[in-house]
């Protein structure tokens, strides 16, 4: 189980807000303007991108460890995008891996697995379009 909280204060444009993990690891203020515009701060968003890229990236390691092969590492990154509505209509998960003696073919198909089986991939179902960009270096 996690835990995280958060609590906005005022209207929704001149209004606040803190969001804080509950390991204590991160705690963090939003605004309108940093989940809109260019303001300073973080956004939901902004979370579910390092929790879909943390999430990927631990299942991609299993996957790869569970077929016979000892990642280097595995870097991810996750594009969340915040259409209409709003809602978060795209995400865009771009991984480079240093994998040493698996052939592309291999990785690309652990690397889709991964993408379709991580917990996070799971609850984020409903957005519609989750692209992967997978690239295996060294």
């Known amino acids: 189980m996690a ?16 969001m804080k993990l509950g390991s204590g690891s991160y705690e963090g203020a939003f605004t309108w ?43 991810t990154t996750a594009k969340v995008h915040l259409g209409a509505g709003p809602a978060i209509d795209k995400i865009e998960l771009n991984t480079e891996a240093e ?8 990785f690309q198909e652990k690397a889709a697995a991964a993408k379709a089986g991580c917990p996070v991939s799971k609850a984020l179902a409903a957005v519609g379009d ?3 960009t997978a690239t295996l270096v060294g």
């Open 33 to 75: 303007a940093s989940r809109f515009a260019d303001g300073k701060g973080t956004n939901p968003e902004e979370l579910i991108g390092a929790a879909h890229a943390g999430c990927f990236s631990m299942f991609l390691s299993a996957l790869l460890t569970n077929a016979g092969f000892t990642p280097t590492r595995i870097h």
């Open 3 to 18: 835990n995280a909280e958060a609590e906005w204060k005022g209207t929704l444009k001149e209004g606040a807000g803190t």
């Open 130 to 132: 989750i692209q992967l």
């Open 99 to 106: 994998v040493p003696g698996i052939d592309d073919a291999a």
